[in-house]
């Protein structure tokens, strides 16, 4: 098994996943007097605790809103990392490049893997960049900004590292 250490610099969609609560069934011991008593179990009839037949119970826990990025943005934009960061920020990079696409980000992104290579860059590239990705990307922008709240979504430059 082996890993890659990928960089990418331009734009892209940083999105702050909220939390929130979900509520599921767990199979356990219901047996008030037991300490054992809504500790998960999964092959057993009856709890090594009390020995009491195991039932149900309704348990509550945090946890990040998870994005279908296929269903939700039509694969236009893919998320770096296979799960959000600890912070709870997901990334999404361009899936998708079209003819408007700037030639400083195509010619950063055909030269992937080609040796060393270096790529002088001005604020002006950073901000056309920008402005391709918020146009070309606008409908996802708009059902990420839906999903989660305007305040949760921004549209930024910069570098993005990250290993597969």
């Known amino acids: 098994m082996s890993q890659h250490s990928y960089r990418y610099l331009g734009p892209f969609m940083a999105i702050d996943l909220p ?7 767990i199979t356990c011991c219901v047996n008030p007097s037991c300490s054992r008593r809504g500790m998960q179990v ?7 605790g009390c020995g009491n037949a195991m039932g149900k119970l309704e348990s509550s826990r945090r946890q990040r809103v998870v994005i279908d990025h296929c269903a939700e943005f039509a694969e236009r934009v893919t998320p770096a990392f296979r799960y959000s960061r600890d912070d709870g920020v997901q990334v999404y990079l ?24 270096y790529h002088p860059l ?7 960049e920008t402005t391709w990705f918020l146009t070309s990307f606008a409908a996802q922008v708009e059902r ?21």
């Open 122 to 128: 001005s604020g002006h590239e950073a901000g056309r």
């Open 42 to 48: 999964y092959a057993s009839a009856f709890c090594s």
């Open 144 to 164: 990420a900004k839906a999903l989660v709240g305007e305040d949760r979504v921004h549209v930024q430059w910069g570098l993005v590292e990250y290993i597969t």
């Open 94 to 117: 361009p899936n998708d490049y079209d003819s408007l696409c700037p030639a400083s980000l195509n010619e950063r992104r055909e030269s992937e893997g080609d040796g060393q290579r």
């Open 19 to 25: 939390m929130r609560e979900v509520n599921s069934w």
